[in-house]
């Protein structure tokens, strides 16, 4: 039972993790290529130290000659979380939402499955397929780092990595439960893609503003990144903070999703 | 619900907002027997279906399948109940074996010596992805998988779309076998003669509505006959018009023709007595029972 409602989904999937994990492996790979050349470079940091602090601040260009400030400035601060929690939503979207709307969940909904199992396993699929992504990622900054020379804590690495992977999984899961409530594929990738974007001008842009600031810790970015995890160990919670609303709307989505009409074709 | 139902639906409504797809649908199919569901495309056949298999929840009225409510039990009604819908969309990147494999684990297995005698009358081959399938050879594996259920109730929308001529024999073939072996099969559709070669009653639904129900036999009895009398002596008009149910007589010579409705039996009695030379009595269809119906109640 479980390959035929994971199983098969997941196969489903692999062709777009196989791109995702090809687009920011290319990412991860080629930026950390150009490392070398910002490697105790003094002019890019003078360059930056010119900008106002505010600037500096929301696009996380702080240290930017050192491992930690070149990696978040390029990747972690805001491109590898946006593309991946992109990613969990639209692979989420295409497993239920779009699936669902284009009649391809008619045949498998006619058997003797309970609806929600089936969509949760089609949510479990496509966070699957996150993780893979995740771990891809790793991989391929663990080897990057070590071809040119990017001196950091690996176990630093690897927490800022696994926070853009939950922060990810946290976007699928959102998706998942507007997939469940409303069956509309443009909605859910609209919806999901600009909650992201809208978490990041939060941590990005409302600090800037003291009135503002106490507001951008509603962000899921606040809780994934807030504590600079290249730089300092990741606190538990923040972890916690990300897994915990995840099951909390995988869990709505898996309820709502009874009680609505199936979209037909 | 008499043991011999094994679905029933009871002033089945459902609105979609504004748009009143079914109005009050009252269904009885028997066990062993194959139902017709006829209509022409919007009459709200494949909602009511949708609502059979517990994908959409009625506006009003009742369903019981099996003795079971589709909404509360849908597991169950479904595990006894195989489905090809009207609509027909397939994952893309699996071959038909794999789609099997993938029902098999959610139905608990499937008999595959039976898998590959339903691929071989079918014309299927199971081995070639779906993406790459004709619609007629997707429709064939969504037969296959419908035949190969072990489901007391078959309940098929539109089947045969895309078929040839020769598969939809086959697909006939097919439904009189599962009706000798004591299932019963839901055959939704608006290929008249296709059903009217199978069913044993019929339902015929218009604007959400069902406008008339019966045997085939019955439905036709319902219909005009044309007829068509050459006499080879003095026709006898004034019997001939004033027959019950005659339509459009018109006497020209010696050539009678009229319109018909009901039964025959009081014309045979006038031509007994008279000097017929030929006889031409063009049998209803079920098509133009069908259209009589739509005529009657618009």
């Not at chain 2, 907002?17 to 006829?38: K, M, N, S, T």
Request: with cysteine; glycine share 10%.
């Amino acid at each position: 039972m479980i390959r035929s409602v994971v199983g098969a989904p997941f196969g489903a999937v692999r062709r777009s993790t196989f791109w995702w994990s090809i687009g920011l492996a290319a990412l991860v790979a080629v930026t950390i290529a150009f490392w070398p050349v910002f490697r105790g470079s003094s002019g890019v940091s003078e360059a930056i130290d010119q900008l106002p602090g505010a600037v500096v601040q929301a696009f996380g260009l702080e240290n930017f000659g050192t491992p930690a400030g070149f990696l978040r400035g390029n990747l972690y601060e805001f491109l590898v979380p946006l593309l991946m929690a992109i990613a969990a939503v639209a692979l989420v979207n295409g497993q239920t939402a779009s699936d669902e709307i284009n009649g391809r969940l008619e045949l498998f909904l006619a058997q003797p499955v309970d609806r929600r199992l089936l969509f949760l396993g089609r949510a479990a699929a496509a966070l699957l397929a996150v993780a893979i992504i995740t771990l891809i990622t790793l991989a391929v900054q663990f080897g990057s780092s070590a071809l040119f020379g990017l001196v950091i804590d690996s176990s630093l690495v690897t927490s800022t990595i696994v926070l853009c992977g939950l922060l990810a999984a946290l976007h699928g899961a959102f998706a998942f439960a507007l997939a469940a409530a409303t069956a509309r594929p443009s909605a859910v990738l609209g919806l999901g893609i600009g909650v992201a974007i809208v978490g990041y001008l939060l941590v990005a842009l409302f600090p800037l503003s003291d009135v503002l600031e106490p507001l951008s810790h509603l962000s899921p970015w606040d809780w994934a990144f807030g504590g600079d995890p290249l730089v300092e160990p990741t606190e538990t919670w923040r972890y916690l903070a990300l897994a915990m609303p995840t099951l909390v709307l995988l869990a709505v989505g898996t309820i709502v999703v009874v009680h609505r009409d199936i979209a037909s074709a | 619900m008499t043991a011999d139902m094994l679905l029933e639906t009871h002033g089945l409504v459902k609105h979609y907002g504004r748009v009143q797809a079914v109005r009050g649908i009252d269904l009885a199919v028997h066990r062993g027997e194959v139902f017709g569901f006829l209509g022409p495309n919007g009459s709200g056949k494949t909602t009511t279906i949708r609502c059979i298999l517990g994908l959409l929840r009625p506006t009003a009225g009742r369903i019981s399948a099996f003795g079971l409510d589709p909404i509360r039990d849908g597991v169950a009604v479904r595990r006894r109940l195989a489905y090809v819908p009207g609509e027909l969309r397939l994952p893309d990147r699996i071959s038909g074996r794999n789609l099997v494999e993938i029902i098999a684990g959610m139905r608990g297995g499937v008999d595959a010596r039976r898998c590959d005698e339903l691929a071989g009358r079918l014309q299927v081959d199971l081995r070639r992805n779906l993406h790459d399938l004709s619609t007629g050879n997707r429709r064939k594996v969504a037969l296959l998988l419908a035949f190969l259920a072990d489901a007391d109730l078959l309940v098929l929308d539109e089947p045969t779309n895309g078929l040839d001529p020769l598969m939809q024999r086959e697909f006939l073939e097919l439904v009189r076998e599962a009706r000798a072996a004591g299932r019963t099969v839901f055959l939704s559709s608006h290929v008249l003669s296709e059903v009217q070669r199978v069913a044993d009653r019929v339902v015929v639904l218009r604007a959400g509505v069902a406008i008339a129900s019966g045997t085939v036999a019955e439905l036709r009895g319902r219909a005009r006959q044309h007829i068509d009398v050459w006499f080879a002596g003095p026709p006898p008009e004034a019997a001939l018009r004033a027959l019950p149910g005659i339509e459009g007589a018109d006497m020209d010579g010696r050539r009678f023709t009229g319109v018909l409705t009901g039964s025959i039996q009081p014309l045979l009695r006038v031509l007994a007595d008279s000097p017929v030379e030929s006889m031409q009595v063009q049998e209803p269809d079920l098509e133009e029972a069908f259209l009589d119906l739509y005529a009657e109640r618009a």
